[in-house]
């Protein structure tokens, strides 16, 4: 079974930075989009970036030029880099996985990915 775990998450004042990680285990697919995702509360859910086995790399609009996706394909690690954060930023970030896909951006729909991380909290204060 395909696991994936986040972490990184952790509390900041606005203006600062968090790397979030998500390791993947036992993956064993040739492709894959793999994507960020993030829900505040009582919002819904928002797909924020996406990188796939080519490594093509798009972040939504909301954080374009503050988020950058990557990864390391030695570690089986994506990262999401987010600098500059504001409060509105504040959620709990996702990292999803799907070995097939026909469309891999942040506003792909989240029922496209088959397997889900746990979640890692970001808090950023005023």
């Known amino acids: 079974q395909v696991q994936l775990v986040e972490s990184g998450g952790g509390s900041v004042q606005s203006g600062g930075s968090l790397r979030l990680s998500c390791a993947a285990y036992r993956y064993d697919y040739g492709t894959y989009c793999m994507a960020w995702f993030r829900q505040a509360p009582g919002k819904e859910r928002e797909g924020v970036a996406t990188i796939d086995n080519d490594d093509i790399t798009s972040v939504a609009d909301s954080v374009k030029g503050r988020f950058t996706i990557s990864q390391d394909n030695a570690k089986n690690t994506v990262y999401l880099q987010m600098n500059s954060l504001q409060p509105e930023d504040t959620a709990m970030y996702y990292c999803?996985?799907?070995?097939?896909?026909?469309?891999?951006?942040?506003?792909?729909?989240?029922?496209?990915?088959?397997?889900w991380g746990q979640g890692t909290q970001v808090t950023v204060s005023s």
């Open positions: 999803a996985v799907t070995p097939w896909y026909d469309y891999c951006r942040p506003d792909a729909e989240g029922t496209d990915f088959d397997y």
